[in-house]
């Protein structure tokens, strides 16, 4: 005889009720889903996550009293087996970077389809991780942009800072002086500077700067 499976325990933590009553009608009509509690801020969900040790959390990032984000940490101290599935408005490369660093499983938006925030939390539930299509199209093309831009200058620009004042003819010591900073950092950023540009003679870095217009400055 069957035994019946174990229904994935949910606790949802959203500051807009509406909205928790929306997820929760929509969650509980799936089979194998079930929503143990609602959280409005993150010290009520740290409470509840603790009390029921849910098997997943869907977790906003704006929150009354902190960043959902921030929280993922410690709501995870309390139900460490607990998956984290962002639901958030907040659509950047950098929101989405920084939950999954914090330990989120998944991240959708909040104007996906129903069905689609159902196979997230399954996706995540099974152990698998879930980024909304849009979401990973944009990071990638963030990244194949951010590749192109250092392909076209790789120096950052306190390197190239120090490579205006060393095409202007000052020593490393002088360098230091006017960056305040000391004589050995000025030195690495000279190695890392030619290494970079594949130069091996001052007189390509004073060419490269000319070509740069660096020298066209104070």
Known sequence: MAVDKEPLRILLVDDHRV???GLRMVLESEDGLEVVDEA????DAV???RRHTPDLIVLDVMLPDGDGVEAIGTLQAEAPQAKVLILS????GHHVR????NGANGYVLKDAAEDELVSAIREVAAGGRYLHPALGARMIQADVEERERAAADPLSDREREVLRLLAQGHTNQEIAAQLYISVRTAETHRAHIMQKLGFSTRSELVRYAIDQ?????G
Do not use: H, P, Q
């Open 19 to 21: 909205v928790r009553a």
């Open 40 to 43: 409005g801020d993150v010290r």
């Open 47 to 49: 409470f509840k996550t």
């Open 89 to 92: 408005m907040e659509d950047s």
């Open 98 to 101: 920084r939950a999954f660093a």
């Open 213 to 217: 217009g660096m020298l066209d400055r």
